[in-house]
């Protein structure tokens, strides 16, 4: 199945309404979309390395609008959703997420959006503590464009070769990004 969305996502690269495809997948990835929206961007920003800045603020702004929708789901079902979890059994469980996530939410909304780690994981979660949504949105509006932006930089500075490299440690770097939040939030909880 991933690897059929995946080979759809490519494809539509290269459609003529190329553009447009990557300001949904960017908007929907935000929200369920399983296949990361740097799929689609890397290959336009290849054909097109003069236009790579644009594609990347495309999909900057649409990511952030599906996190803003997703942070909205997170935020209007959060009833449902805590329904849900009284009836499975895991209410001190949600009750602690929450507070935990109250607490770290803004690193981990950062962390999410600029690292492997699923961004629409932050967005739906965010709304359903909630935490609040100016520091939500600040952290989705630096982290997506960073990530993306370093995409369509690294590209029109060095190429597919280039393009190649961050791609390789891109996984690597977002996940050093990810752990060093989640060591700096053990640091904190643990000394208060």
């Given amino acids: 199945m991933f690897k059929k969305l995946y080979q759809w996502t490519l494809k539509l690269s290269q459609h003529r309404l190329a553009e447009r495809w990557l300001a949904f997948i960017g908007f929907i990835e935000s929200i369920f979309f399983p296949i990361p929206a740097d799929i689609m961007l890397a290959p336009m920003c290849l054909s097109r390395p003069g236009k790579a800045y644009r594609y ?19 935020y209007f079902f959060a009833d449902e959703a805590a329904q849900l979890l009284h009836s499975l059994g895991k209410t001190e469980t949600f009750t602690s997420f929450r507070k935990t996530f109250n607490r770290w939410g803004i690193p981990f909304v950062f ?8 961004y629409k994981i932050a967005t739906i ?3 359903l503590i909630p935490i609040a949504f100016p520091l ?4 989705s509006a630096l982290s ?14 060095g190429g597919a070769k ?7 440690y891109i996984e690597w770097l977002g996940w050093i990004c990810l752990i060093l939040v989640a060591l700096g939030i053990a640091y904190l909880y643990i000394k208060h």
Avoid: C, D, N, Q
């Fill in 56 to 74: 990347a603020a495309i999909l900057s702004i649409m990511s952030v609008s599906g996190g803003v929708f997703g942070y909205m789901l997170g």
């Fill in 111 to 118: 962390a999410s959006g600029f690292s492997p780690f699923p």
């Fill in 125 to 127: 979660g965010s709304g």
């Fill in 136 to 139: 939500f949105f600040l952290g």
């Fill in 144 to 157: 997506r464009p960073l990530r993306f932006f370093l995409i369509a930089w690294a590209i029109r500075k």
């Fill in 162 to 168: 280039l393009e190649h490299t961050v791609h390789r």
